[in-house]
């Protein structure tokens, strides 16, 4: 087994940290006795380095399910600038030959970072079996959870995949802390008796507030002002592609911030640039969907906004974790108009499809231009999944929209404080 002394001395040597965050080296013990573990810490926390020490330590391949190619990318990059060159991503972007090679020489590797559906292609698969990785890490794992605010059907091959991997030592991370996600990553995984590694999510340093308004000029006019006002860089959400981009371009009218709009409907290229220049402080302000977060490592975002209700709690607390990561004083504000639910209702509506629309999509191959809906039955479909099975999930997820909302309602209108509310929540 590894000893403590172990950890430590690579954590110096090959990190050049000193000392572990807390629930760093509770994971690292609690992998080294062999239990598999769910660790759940708060963003910037230092989940990565978890696994990437236990690769150093134990010279086995770490094989890390990611769900965003932006993510696998920057992780592969800062190991290589630390002089850890044994690491690679496969993904879509390569070239056939690239992604032959990689999959050809994975004894050579000692990080190996993949999608859900990359991972479950057979070759893949048979390969990263055949070097026997010491380690499946499942980074984001609330992913796999339909209570989790960023809920992808293509992890729900994961639990399959471990076993035919020969049940791989797994380490699965995320911040989202509610019992339900926590319990449903066990169950997707089929790992019930997985270890918690568990630090509280209070981040005490951002100030939590709710302004409500009753007619939706009074809120522009609010924004601009909190805008002018408040220190940058900060980063305002949105649920709408349309409202975000005229926003950014009111606020750059209107104050003497660089904004910038973010969001699914920009091509790769703009969505790269405008990520870079916020990153050197090129931008003071970003306008986003939630599109925009997951990955992001920028320390000293000042304020986070919400112009529309996010879309739970869980997401709530994911996005407004991005601000003051510094421990410096930070800001997050919910800027709330009477009837916003309509709209969250609405957007719930077309993403979870009803019953008659499910037996449609089920018989019918989605298109090129289908709606998200009909690829995700499809998807469910492909993986042996009944039509009777993805209605009945369809319905427990409607239900829990229903009450996702209702939570978030609580959270506005409460009049005591929100902090408690929180914490009470979680
Ligand atoms: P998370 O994935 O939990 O959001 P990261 O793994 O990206 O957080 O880590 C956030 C930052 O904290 C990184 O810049 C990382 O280098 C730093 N960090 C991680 N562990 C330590 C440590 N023990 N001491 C000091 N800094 C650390």
Redesign the pocket.
Known sequence: MISNDQFYQT?RLR?G?????PG?LEALTSLASGQNTLAV?????????IYELYGAVTHQLVLVVSPLISLMQDQVISLNVRGEKRAAALTSQMSRSEHQWVVNHLKFYRYLFVSPEMLSQPQVLAAVKAVKPGLLVVDEAHCISTWGPDFRPEYLLLGQIRHQLGDPLTLM?T?TATNRVKADIKRKMQLSKAAEIIQPVDRPNIFLDVERFEAADDKDARLVELVSELRTPGVIYFSSKKKANEMAELLNAKTSCRVAAYHADLDAETRFKVQQQFMQDQLDVICATSAFGMGI?KNNIRFVIHYHLPGDLESYWQEIGRAG?DGQQSVAILLYLSGDEQLSQFLSDATVPQDDEISYYFKHQPQENSAEKANLIWFYKQHGYREEQIKLAFTKRREQRALALSQLMTYVRIPTCKRAFIQGYF
Do not use: H, I, V
């Open positions: 954590l990190f940290f000193d000392s572990f965050r760093q810490l708060p963003t910037g926390a230092g989940k990565t380095l991370t911040a490592d990561r």
